[in-house]
């Protein structure tokens, strides 16, 4: 494992290559890359870097947007499979269609979306930055996509009306509260962290809500000693590795997403040989798909 680390290094710098990678990847290639973030920080790290290859340690629709901000960059995403079926579960047609019976909303893109619906959006936003995109839109409605549920959270957070999509992720969608009040029965004494994907229901229990890298923020800095985890497992396993002190529940064994884990070191290694798989977003719906992401990009 050890040599196929340092061979990778070696590829990234032969190729003049960047490796970005999500909080929920697997440890050993959160170790290995040049930043690993929630959405929102790789999305800003794409539009930063001056690397001429970017891989993307991710599911699909991250690196459409790595490509969307850098159309003459190659951006490689090293299983082309992994996909994520929340951004599947709406289509362009179907954001055309809403913005006909809403044409007083600001459509308000998740970054879980393909780059053609991004192309139909007003902004995007993350689950780091959502109340704050809402906030800023001149509407005072607003239509968020696809998520409901993070839809539901910013509705807590904000006076102007939310209309929404019912897409979900089928990974945070399926924790219920019932999970969580196991394992708060079983660990009274720790803390519940969720994600904004979660249901309603999960959120109301928990003590705080935060975008992935929120979360590995928040715990770094408290002084608490025990942690219940409302997210994918990968960042837990993280947590746990930088905070061997500390100890780390995940709210539900669900969590866990077969789509992150498609990307392995070694389809890294070699899409850095092959330079592929390629995820290059047509120019006509690039461009349309931009500017919602820099108007994301330019709120916080
Ligand atoms: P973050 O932007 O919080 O990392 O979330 C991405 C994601 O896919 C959550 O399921
Ligand atoms: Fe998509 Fe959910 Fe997987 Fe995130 S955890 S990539 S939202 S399926």
């Not at 090293?78 to 019976?101: L, S």
């Not at 229990?205 to 497992?233: C, K, N, P, Q, Y």
Request: with cysteine; hydrophobic share 40%; glycine share 4%.
């Amino acid at each position: 494992m050890e040599e196929l680390a340092t061979e990778i290094r070696r590829l990234l710098g032969e190729r003049n290559a960047i490796l970005l990678s999500h909080n929920y990847q697997t440890l050993d290639i959160q170790a290995i890359a040049d930043l690993r973030g929630d959405s929102l920080e790789l999305a800003r790290a794409a539009s930063r870097t001056d690397a001429e290859v970017i891989v993307f340690a991710g599911v699909h629709f991250m690196a459409e947007t790595a490509s969307i901000l850098n159309p003459e960059k190659t951006v490689l995403l090293p299983d082309a499979n992994a996909g994520c079926p929340m951004a599947d579960m709406i289509t362009a047609q179907h954001v055309r269609a809403e913005r006909e019976k809403h044409p007083r909303a600001a459509f308000v893109a998740y970054v879980n979306t393909t780059a053609e619906v991004k192309a139909e959006s007003d902004i995007c936003c993350t689950s780091a930055n959502a109340v704050k995109v809402v906030e800023t839109v001149d509407q005072g409605e607003v239509y968020m996509l696809p998520d409901k549920n993070l839809a539901l959270y910013t509705a807590r957070y904000t006076n102007k009306r939310v209309h929404y999509w019912d897409g979900f992720c089928i990974v945070h969608h399926s924790v219920t509260s019932k999970h969580v009040k196991e394992v708060k029965a079983w660990y009274p004494g720790a803390l519940f962290i969720a994600h904004p994907e979660c249901r309603p229901e999960v959120l109301d229990l928990a003590d705080h809500v935060f975008s992935t890298s929120g979360m590995a923020r928040f715990v770094a800095e408290s002084d608490h000693d025990e942690f219940i985890i409302g997210t994918e497992r990968g960042l837990m396993d993280r947590m746990a590795q930088d905070h061997p002190q500390k100890r780390f529940f995940l709210a539900s064994p669900k969590l866990y997403c077969v789509n992150m884990k498609k990307i392995t070191v070694e389809k890294i290694r070699d899409s850095l040989i092959n330079l592929e798989p390629v995820v290059k977003v047509p120019e006509e719906v690039a461009r349309r798909a931009r500017a919602p992401i820099e108007r994301m990009l330019e709120v916080v």
